[in-house]
């Protein structure tokens, strides 16, 4: 009964929406279901001569309820429309050939792995180049255009294996690794690990290049074209340890997969490497980090650089206390389609290209090869997601949001530092709805320690009303609120309440000291960093303090659970894929890196230390009324963390609710189904209307 | 296709003691993990009301479909009018729940045609014919029950009148679910859906509208007519906030001639006694025979009584009828051959005159049909000693039972028994051409003192062909609950381990059934504990023959008893080799994850948000650092009563000190994995039984498994 009820309302609302709309005299606020309009720019990539740039243009298909991705075209110019390229409905990772002819991609149709096609770009349809069991992806262009490097799961040896019959019901698991399923991904196929592989650009059966156990990833070529390089963690036990990966490389022409020892080593080091660019010289620059004598549970990112024949290693951005190759949070980044951190040597071999996170904006930066000094060049209060650079390293295809905008696509010029919005696609939308003006803060925390927060006003918001306040915190914990554009807070002070979002200790962007201060000691000091945050806000005077509310995700659920159990002063709460049990997350995680980076000893040492941590300790002191929103298949922080906190408050007769997402993992906020995004929203506006609002919603009674 | 019912098979003659396995002439083999693709299983068997045959569900595996198929049978004879003959009625693949008409001509029952449709309900002419659809519902048709008069037929059904109208529209992927009571799903039924609760419902035999009779969010039983016809009996626990306390439910009538369905306030009160009632049974003259229980304290495990109530509604008072036997009345004993679909009916009746009542009664590792006087309360035995009682009705007058028995060598055979003369015969037995095959092992019970004197029940299976001046590598096997027993029933995993050349052990520590109530109360806030010594000295007393190695024992046990084999592992280094099922590791997440509730103050005194420390002393993950022994952990990932994160916290604790461990995930599956899970996984789980057993335990190569 209750559900036909709400569905009625449901559409009532749309329509009324629709009316408004049409009568076109004013805007209308932003609501849940906005998000079915948005339009992401994912992947931007610049033709070569910089003349063009083609992308991932993503869409909802609302019907369908699912994501759509094919490819689009910009003209760098400007001036004129972009005009699709592609047609298909899961297309995604356009690669520019050398000389511009052809764009490379991925395509997958029906319930089959992607497959790379080529588009010629002086007309005419794609034409399909594999056709592998396990797919292909990443493909990468040989300077000389001949040939496409890419990966793959493929395993002809039992692929192709006729008598290998698959069973009519899957049959168990077998598990030997520690580490055996990734959020989002699902469980690590061990007899499928990807590849790098080879095939003529002009067409014909492709090659393995290398084979084993190990997965291979992030696939370029050497700038002679004499390699294909790939980066590997090849530890037999990496599970309970940082990271560590080197820089391989294989010649193309390889007659059989090489294996491990077959393989020439570019970079060896004991760190992880990220993203990856080769100098004229031989130089290569990397993302990543020597690993610490001392397990931190937050390392900033630097970038690193070799000599000219490989290692040694040094590191150029130590001195540069801010996150380097980093980006900030946001929930309406692309959905699908991904993209490219913009990482790239100058011609001239004397610099290096990278994104930098730094006090809540992330910008587009110079590093000096030399002196690792760093110089920002896209504007601060703004988020670079991704890029890419034309041939001669000086004009940039970028995607750049705002509080208020999620990514548009612009072009960028190094030499001028002109930035130029090529497509904004969500322009005329955010015209018709009315958003929130963004206030930027920074207050004293309990130890002086100056925290950096931003508040969201409604609508038409004066300062002599009393509004609710809702505090929402972000997860990592080693992540940043900042200059991004959240769907989710527009909703809710469109709905009438000021959305404060602070960056409390442990968040990045602030550097290395102020990250990892929190390790061994999470949730505490940044819990007292929140509540001043709050403190700071009522104290101007047009919050009711009687109608506060919190929430948070991941790291910002455990945060909420932990505020509940230490203030009466919410009068509503939702924690989202959270963790309230350190011990059971401990042996549930996807990943093992608790120790020694969160807990000094596993908890089957020291038991005591995870249960001093846990919020669902000190379940008896809750007061607030709580909502808890868990998706089935998250593998990060399990839904047995939600259950821990829904049972123990019912067992105690307190206020408590799931909302328990099936067929959704830890992304649901930012990448989930359509329709469970949107109902996620709406159970936010509904929990918050009922407790601050007293607004008489029944969806929650028993 | 291997439909065992089309294929005729002799019936062996009256013999009921387990028969020996060797057949004359070819060799025989030991048992194999896939035998159970082979088996036939007779589930809830049906006489009929004259007495004279018995309807019932066969229920085998179609291997290739990868499924279990269930159809209606048909055993006529064995009752001196003839020789005993079965004969397929229905050809399935999913036909179950056959009831008589009170004339005896018509059998109703539930039919799924496609996989995923819900079963609905029929009804079979047994003067030739095609069965008829009754009636069709969006959520189905289970239970039925005729009216006394044969015109109508009760079921329940969960079917939503509006939700399930025609038109309502589907949302393309299924939407968040907004949960709101602490009990919301169940293991092996997935999410409780309480717009759905099954309600009782009643139909024209002859076909036409259903119409529901209850309403709310609440299940009901399965329903029975009052003699008279004037009403439909059902049991109902209708608390509004019965999670967290004592266990109650009420026996309730509703009129058969309601135009719009009742609520609890519109229930007639049959029998409320303040406890639980499992199986009901009422007399012509209104005397109504239960299986329950008062609850006054919380004990993990009270024992079920046979109960009786008479006069006027609501009856507040019960008897129990025989307060001096320490038996578990209603109760059975467990079997890893029990029919996997199918279900039956736990016997319970009363004889004509109604001076009598005979009912199922567990004791020591056995389940039997006995008779109880009202009068004195004297229980007498109706059917062998020594075997497993699995399901049972009888005919209309009482006299005539049919009956499923097994055997530590058998899985259930249908069988009648004339309780007036105590004449039982066997009907059908489905499995003798596959047992014909076997070389079975001998199965020996026997009693050993534990640590403290208490005497335990215990059973060893010997491999075929065993030779007591050898040795042998040792397996204990320990069983869940931990309110549960071993006992005279067939399982075929041990045979299949003994087959593979291991002597298996398996005992009835403290905490048992069928040794009277105190037996099984002892472990109350001290689960694990005694109860692990209890098993240990059961495998020093197994050593003690001389016929051991004593560096070639193993444990395993699923549910509680994975709680106990990885408690085990944590107290000693004896054994070689370890396979944790379906085990909980870690109290405190339990408590937090099981679908059931009922933990404080049952199991435990406190919340762990009030004494963390409880839980932490009895969770056998909080001692992972003193483990040695290589532990394989079974788990399916659909288990909600045990949810898989209890063995994720073994493997990743183990894991994390680079210990030998593996994990076998079973995907799709519940808690019921061994018992009743999709086939070709239950012949994998007994695979890996074996398999880890034969690595750690013979040496055996098994790369599989990453050692």
Known sequence: MRSVALRAVVLCASLLVIVVHAAGAAKRPMVEQDLYRFVWVADPQISPDGTRVAFVRVTVDSAGDEYRTSLWLADAAGGTAPRPLTAGGRDGQPRWSPDGGTLAFVRATGDQPAQIHLLPMTGGEPTQLTRLKGGASSPAWSPDGKRIAFSSRTNPVLDDDTTRAKPKKEPGRVITRPVFRVNNAGYIDPEHPSHVWVVEAAGGKPRQLTTGKFIEGGVEWSRTGAWVCFTSDRRKDPWFGGDDENLYAVSPDLPRPAEGTGFHTRVDYDGGIGDWAEAADGRIAFVGGINPPEAHSYDQNDLMLTGASGTPVRSLTSDYDFDVAAGISADQHPPRGGGERPLAFSIDGRSLFTTVAKRGSAMLARVDAASGAVEELTPANREVIAGTCTAGVRRWALTVGDATTPGDLFLFDAGTRELKKLYGPNDALLESVTLATIEEIEYPSFDGRSIQAWVMKPPGFTAARKYPLVLSIHGGPHAAYGAAFFHEFQVLANAGYVVLYPNPRGSTTYGQDFGNIIQYRYPGDDYKDLMAGVDEVVKRGYIDPKRMAVCGGSGGGLLTNWAITQTPRFAAAITDRCVSEWVSFYYSADFALFRPTWFKKPPFEDTQESITRSPVTYASRITTPLMIIHSEDDWRTPIGQGEAMFRALKQQKKTAVMVRFPGENHELSRSGTPSRRVQRLQHYHKWFDKWLMAKPIKDYDE | ?707
């Open chain 2, 1 to 707: 296709m291997n439909d065992p019912g089309v294929v005729s098979e002799a019936p062996v003659a009256d013999e009921t003691s387990s028969r020996p396995a060797a057949a004359t002439g070819a060799a025989l083999r030991p048992v194999r993990d896939d035998d159970l693709l082979r088996l036939t299983w007779v589930a809830d068997p049906r006489m009929s009301p004259d007495g004279t045959r018995v309807a019932f569900t066969r229920v085998w595996v179609d291997a290739a479909a990868d499924e279990y198929r269930t159809a209606l049978s048909l055993a006529e004879g064995g009752d001196g009018a003839g020789a005993a003959s079965v004969r397929p009625l229905t050809f399935g693949p999913r036909d179950s729940q056959p009831r008589w008409s009170p004339d005896g001509r018509f059998i109703a029952f539930v039919r799924s045609t496609g996989g995923k449709e819900p079963a609905q309900l029929y009804v079979l002419p047994l003067s030739g014919g095609e069965a008829t659809l009754v009636c069709t519902l969006a959520k189905g048709a289970a239970e039925p029950a005729w009216s006394p008069d044969g015109r109508r037929i009760a079921f329940l059904s969960g079917t939503n009148l509006v939700l399930d109208a025609p038109g309502v529209e589907k949302p393309k992927n299924e939407p968040g679910r907004v949960v709101t009571r602490p009990v919301f799903r169940e293991n092996d039924e997935g999410f409780t859906d309480f717009d759905r609760m099954s309600q009782v419902w009643v139909v024209d035999a002859q076909g036409g509208a259903a119409t529901p009779l209850t309403r709310g969010p609440f299940a009901a039983g399965a329903p029975a007519w009052s003699a008279d016809g004037r009403r439909i009996l059902f049991v109902s626990d209708r608390r509004d906030e019965p999670w967290f306390g004592l266990e109650a439910s009420v026996l309730y009538g509703v009129s058969p001639d309601r135009d719009t369905p009742a609520d609890t306030g519109d229930l007639e009160i049959v029998v409320d006694f303040g406890g639980p009632i499992g199986s009901f049974a009422e007399h012509a003259d209104g005397r109504i025979a239960a299986f329950g229980y008062r609850t006054i304290e919380p004990h993990t495990y009270t024992q079920p009584r046979l109960l009786i109530t008479e006069g006027a509604t609501p009856r507040r008072e019960v008897r129990d009828l025989a307060p001096g036997v320490d038996d578990e009345f209603g109760g059975g004993i467990n079997s890893d051959q029990h029919p996997p679909r199918g279900g039956g009916a736990v016997p319970l009746a009363f004889e004509a005159g109604g001076e009598t009542v005979c009912c199922a009664v567990a004791r020591h590792g056995a389940a039997t049909l006995a008779r109880v006087e009202i009068a004195s309360g004297a229980v007498t035995p109706l059917t062998p000693e020594e075997r497993d009682l699995i399901a049972g009705t009888t005919s209309a007058d009482g006299r005539h039972w049919a009956l499923t028995l097994g055997s530590p060598s058998r899985p259930g055979d249908l069988y009648r028994l004339d309780a007036r003369t105590g004449a039982i015969t066997l009907l059908w037995a489905p499995n003798e051409a596959v047992f014909a095959e076997l070389a079975l092992g001998e199965v020996e019970e026997f009693w050993y003192p534990s640590f403290d004197g208490t005497k335990i029940q215990a059973w060893l299976v010997k491999p075929p062909g065993f030779d007591p001046a050898r040795k042998y590598p040792l397996l204990l096997e320990i069983h869940g609950g931990p309110h549960t027993a071993y006992g005279f029933g067939f399982f075929h995993e041990f045979h299949h381990l003994a087959g593979a050349g291991y002597l298996v052990l398996y005992t009835n520590p403290r905490g048992s059934t069928t040794y009277g109530e105190g037996f099984a109360r002892t472990i109350q806030y001290r689960f694990p504990g005694d109860d692990a010594r209890d098993l240990m000295a059961g495998v020093d007393a197994v050593i003690q023959r001389g016929c051991v190695d004593p560096a070639k024992v193993g444990v395993t046990g699923g549910s509680g008893g994975g709680l106990l084999t990885n408690w085990l592992v944590t107290q000693t280094d004896r054994f070689a080799a370890a396979v944790t099922q379906r085990c909980v590791s870690d109290w405190a997440s339990f408590f937090y994850s099981a679908d059931f509730a009922m933990f404080v103050p049952f199991w435990f005194r406190k919340s762990p948000v009030e004494d963390p420390r409880e839980y932490l002393e009895r969770s056998p993950v909080a001692f992972a650092d003193r483990i040695t022994t290589p532990l394989m952990i079974i788990h399916s990932e659909e288990d909600w009563r045990t949810p898989i994160a209890q063995g994720e916290a073994m493997f990743r604790a183990l894991k994390q000190q680079r210990k030998t461990a593996v994990m076998v995930r079973f995907p799709g599956e519940s808690h019921e994995l061994s018992r009743s899970g999709t086939p070709s996984r239950r012949v994998q789980n007994q695979r890996h039984i074996r398999g880890w057993f034969d690595r750690w335990i013979k040496g055996e190569p098994r790369p599989e498994y990453g050692v």
